[in-house]
């Protein structure tokens, strides 16, 4: 994943950390022949992308996923509550085109 170049970083972040868990920032950085700080923007840039991924992506148990599909498959009737949506619908959005 390409990083921003050094012009482009105008923004300071900080944190306060243990001086075991900067050993083991400073080993994984030098293990991947990067700077620390460039290293802890790149975990910091991959956690944020997968935390937001994260959220796009819908995860049912098997059980809901069978009547997810069954409702799809074989829908209800609409019930009175639908249909005067569905006619409000019509009257406030459609029709006043």
Known sequence: MPMPNQQTRTARL???ISPDMLNLVKRAAEIQG?????FVVAAAQEAAQRTIENTAILRISIEDQRAMMEAILNPP?????LRKAADA??????DSH
Not at 34 to 38: K, L
Not at 77 to 81: G, S, T, W
């Open 14 to 16: 900080e944190a306060r």
């Open 34 to 38: 990067r700077s620390v700080s460039d």
């Open 77 to 81: 009737e609409p019930n009175e509550a």
């Open 89 to 94: 619908h019509k009257r406030l959005v459609v």
